[in-house]
């Protein structure tokens, strides 16, 4: 029994020595990589850099027409720890090109296109990049600037909308947009063809309210505008119905002839807002009918038309549409 006891741990000591010499190669190991990164890391190597570029202080008399490069790349020599680092950056700062500064001698009444080296702007990219880094090339290695003289006009701004009102619910009148009109500038074959500036669609559904609201402008492309956006009130009240009745009154009627008509009067039915439902008067409309072609046989019936309606009426209809006549010489 105590012999048996006794050579347990015996049995054990070449299994404790296997773990601690796989423990010491790993080590070795692992020390052994270290090294191996620190020493290639510390050696020159070529990266590719993007960097955002921000443009400003551009001609006044004059709009660039073509697509500018919004990033340029950057080829550059610097250790392996420089280009670790900056892949793990979140991002880099955009570098800012003085437009006026680089063209500076470059744009005359002659020259519509104008090719700046990026390697002019190496300066700026150097100030962010640091000592520690050598740029050797860009992509891409020039930027073209090409030039439109900019004309500016007034033009008015058009309401773009899609407005459901609720049943009994009626707009009373035009929507108020403030400003209604903006200038505009841009190049001057552009400028010339454009008419007027249209807003963002207003979408709205179920409305018996008045809408006020702001919205922005649709931006065309080299089209700049000096706001972007505006204020629109759309008037929005319950509406009913209403009638009147109004005398008829014959014009062009021949010299020597008097008209009389049956019936001598008709009944105008509208839609009208409640706030304006008391103030609507007979006198304020005017029917007529157009004797210009009488006297003739062939003629039965003269039509009813309405000259003078209020402004704040809507879906005006007359009843009768046509009268009888009878023509007296």
Not at 89 to 105: F, R, W
Not at 150 to 174: A, H, M, W, Y
Not at 289 to 313: H, N
């Amino acid at each position: 029994m105590e012999q048996s006891d006794f050579s347990q741990p015996v049995a054990k000591l070449p299994k404790l020595k296997f773990n601690k010499r796989l423990q010491i190669i790993l080590i070795c190991f692992v020390v052994s990589v270290v090294f191996w990164f620190l020493i290639a890391m510390s050696k020159t190597y070529t990266g590719s850099f993007i960097f955002p570029v921000q443009y400003i202080n551009l001609p006044v008399e004059r709009i660039v027409v073509n697509d500018l490069p919004k990033s340029i790349v950057l080829s550059v020599k610097t250790t392996g720890f420089h280009i670790l680092s900056y892949s793990f950056s979140k991002s880099m700062n955009p570098v800012i090109i003085d437009v006026q500064a680089s063209l500076a001698g470059k744009l005359d009444i002659r020259n519509d296109q104008v090719s700046v080296p990026s390697k002019s702007f190496t300066g700026d990219f150097s100030r962010q990049l640091g000592n520690e880094y050598f740029i050797s090339g860009f992509a891409p290695d020039s930027i073209v600037f090409s030039f439109s003289y900019k004309i500016s006009k007034r033009v008015p701004v058009i309401l773009q909308s899609d407005i459901d009102l609720e049943k009994q619910f009626d707009t009373t009148g035009s929507a108020l947009i403030i400003p209604d009109s903006v200038t505009i500038s841009g190049p001057a074959d552009l400028i010339a063809s454009v008419s007027n500036v249209k807003t963002e669609m207003l979408r709205q559904s179920g409305v018996k309210n008045s809408i006020n609201t702001k919205l922005d402008l649709v931006s065309e492309r080299l089209v700049a505008t000096d706001v972007n956006q505006v204020t629109v009130t759309v008037p929005v009240e319950k509406f009913t119905e209403g009638t009147v009745e109004v005398p008829l009154h014959p014009i062009n009627v021949a010299q020597g002839y008097s008209l009389k008509t049956f019936p001598d009067k008709v009944t105008v039915q509208y839609r009208i807002s409640l706030s304006k439902y008391n103030e609507v008067r007979p006198e304020m409309f005017d029917a007529i009918v157009d004797a210009s072609g009488l006297p003739d046989p062939k003629i039965k019936q003269l039509k009813v038309r309405l000259e003078t309606i209020p402004v704040y009426v809507k879906s005006v209809r007359i009843d009768p549409a046509k009268t009888d006549y009878i023509l007296r010489k």
